[in-house]
């Protein structure tokens, strides 16, 4: 099924859609680029955005490297006509600065998001970005003058290039795989972070990301440093309407968390049924840093997303917490990866996946130990859920040791929503329905209870919208 | 009218095995019968197929509450109707909160006609009631919290169940040996318990091969099931000579009922060494 690419969408039954939101908004793109890719689009991408020539010429290079490399074969069935598809869009003139700029009908996507209410109430630093561009943005003015940059990555390269090209492209470079080498040629937008030594933010800096356009291509650019003893919990959601044919998002997430320093980087991503999500999410975690992935996947047609830390030195830390929702038409093919490149590291991966109404999920998961990385503890649990008889789930696990004095734990656990669990409940006055939303929402209740509280909110709505109605 | 639970000529089976072979028992709200027997009788059977598992089949004789046949009805139905199953052995629901169930439990139980979607009790009331039974219940507030039956020690489980008996208030209750696995001042205070929020309000049904348990409750009824049927009804004065003098007696009196009950035990203990 993860071939097909004609599914009817719209006939598709409730499960992570999102038209209930009726999130459809009509923009009208000041710049829209042709289908397709070549070196001539990305030209224009550079000329658009002004950039200057060691941008261009990596995204050159990185265009030849996408033409070269296969398709990967670490994941599912990706069926995509790589010239079908939009790969640049300038929804405003600029960028907005206060919230008084930002477009009426943008603002109208943002309402239904729920993202002004969910600024004012929680968010200290907001960056929404809307198609390619970020067009929204707010930083804490104290946070600023501590140090701290936070913008958009097209403004990185413009304001802030020692910093930047010291770390781009090199935690993923493009020669990493396929998505990524097409990300570096053609990404716009996304987010950079640079914490400086020694500074602790105790609050969550959050961004929004959607896609809008019919057969566009999203493709942003994360870059994050937290400096030597700095803490940050960065927070990034997505959602998407939906659309008739495929979309391609691909991501590039690069994060270098250094010595004792912490990062948390958490996402939720709802995304439209028909949407290809092939993201790659890396970070290094030197002396005694900690690096935690929080990964949350609903929708899409096709996720291939393995967070990975990779621990450089020794008393590293990574711990990844992945959950997946595959419901109808739909291929969750997530996971995780950990690379032990140094004795005394330690890791964690918790997986849980659910799939229901004829969808299917995998892990992924890779445990890697090189050589001299002795005294090592990695533990890895994946349970998966099954809602039906017509849904599927497996587990990849893959463990490549190249040392002795290791420790290296896997539990797998496939359960069925228990007849006995459903009995129990229903015996007490739940319906069935409502029973299985419980058993549902208390599987990822480990995930959820990590999330800031708006999208813990926000993820509960969501499981009980995909569990409308699903058991009859 | 008081309310009442009758289970006429009830046959059930399981994956093609008869279990229970022709039941009779009518318990009304008010009274307390024991429901005794060796192992392989049916016993749990029994309460299990009134509450409506899904995995026996019925197939002979009804089950009615108020004269309304229950044959068809979902066990939520048969909850909200005013039933209730204490299990012996309840299951855990990862990452969820005992309150939070019990909340969503007792809302629709008491407002029958709730419709999916429909607002919970308010939070405050819920509140403020369940701390009034867990004070009762002599339990620590703490334990709302928790994850239902997730890491619960036996005695927890079971004071688990008897505060969802309590919140849910049903006019007929099935113990199935809530003194199972249970210390000897559990089971007092178990008895206890029941007896403070069971007895008059509800009609009880005890599951049970000790005594301790009906110390608190005596039963008005004794029942002895033996090969999936009710052999003897007496009073509490049989419990007491069960308790005393075993089976014995009843295998005996009725040798036919204690061949099929042999086999249903052996078979119970093959499946059993199987998982």
Known sequence: ?472 | MSDTLVITNLHCSVEGKQILRGVNLTVRRGETHALMGPNGSGKSTLGLVIMGHPKYEVTEGTITLNGVDLHEKAPDERARAGLFYAFQRPVAIPGVKLADFLRHAATNVRNPERKEGEELMPMKDFRKELKAKMEQLRMNPEFARRYVNDGFSGGEMKRAEILQMAMLQPKIAILDETDSGLDADAVRLASQSIAEIGREKMGLLIITHHDKLLEHNPPEYTHVMLGGRIVETGGRELADELHSSGYDRIRKAYPDAAEENRLMAAKEEAAAAAH
């Open chain 1, 1 to 472: 099924m993860t071939t097909e690419t004609t599914t009817p969408i719209l006939d598709a039954d409730p499960i992570g859609e999102i038209n209930k939101y009726d999130f459809q908004t009509v923009s009208k793109p000041v710049f829209k680029a042709r289908k397709g890719i070549d070196a001539e689009i990305v030209h224009q991408i550079s000329d658009m955005k002004n950039e200057p020539d060691w941008m261009r010429e990596f995204r050159l290079k990185s265009l030849d490297i996408f033409f070269e490399k296969p398709m990967p074969k670490w994941g599912g069935d990706v069926a995509l006509d790589f010239q079908d598809i939009y790969y640049y869009l300038k929804p405003t003139n600029g960028q907005g600065r206060t919230w008084d700029e930002v477009p009426q009908e943008i603002k109208d996507t943002f309402e239904k998001l729920g993202i002004p209410e969910a600024e004012r109430k929680f968010l200290s630093g907001v960056k929404a970005q809307f198609e390619s561009e970020v067009i929204y943005g707010s930083l804490k003015q104290d946070l600023s003058d501590k140090g701290v940059i936070f913008t958009d990555t097209d403004t990185a390269v413009r304001e802030h290039p020692e910093l930047l090209r010291k770390y781009f492209g090199t935690i993923i470079p493009p020669q990493d795989n396929k998505f990524a080498a097409l990300n570096s040629a053609v990404w716009s937008g996304g987010s950079f972070i640079y914490v400086p030594k020694g500074l602790k933010i105790d609050f969550p800096l959050q961004a929004y990301f959607r896609i809008n356009a019919e057969n566009m291509g999203q493709f942003e650019r994360t870059l994050i440093i937290v400096d030597e003893g700095a803490s940050i919990h960065y927070v990034e959601g997505c959602t998407a309407p939906m659309y008739s044919s495929e979309s391609l998002h691909s991501a590039v997430v690069e994060i270098s968390v250094q010595k004792g320093a912490r990062c948390r980087y958490t996402t939720i991503q709802n995304w439209a049924n028909n949407i290809y999500n092939l993201v790659t999410k890396r970070a290094m975690a030197y002396a005694d840093a900690t690096m935690e992935w929080i990964d949350g996947n609903l929708g899409s047609h096709l996720t291939m997303k393995y967070p990975a830390v990779y621990m450089m030195e020794p008393g590293a830390r990574g711990e990844i917490l992945s959950i997946a929702f595959a419901g109808k038409h739909q291929h969750q093919d997530a996971g995780a990866k950990l690379v032990h490149c140094a004795p005394n590291t330690t890791g964690q991966i918790i997986s849980k996946s659910i799939s229901k109404n004829g969808g299917r999920s995998s892990y992924r998961g890779l445990v890697r130990v090189e050589k001299g990385a002795t005294n090592v503890k990695t533990n890895v649990v994946c349970d998966a859920l099954i809602l039906d008889d017509k849904s599927r789930s497996d587990t990849y696990p893959y463990l490549e040791i190249a040392e002795q004095d290791v420790s290296i734990g896997h539990e797998a656990s496939v359960s069925r929503i228990g007849e006995e669990q459903l009995f129990y409940l229903t015996s007490r006055g739940l319906t069935e329905a409502e029973a299985s939303a419980m058993i549902v929402n208390g599987f990822i209740e480990p995930l959820v209870k990590e999330l800031p509280m708006e999208y813990a909110v926000e993820m509960n709505r969501l499981i009980q919208m995909q569990m409308e109605g699903s058991v009859g």
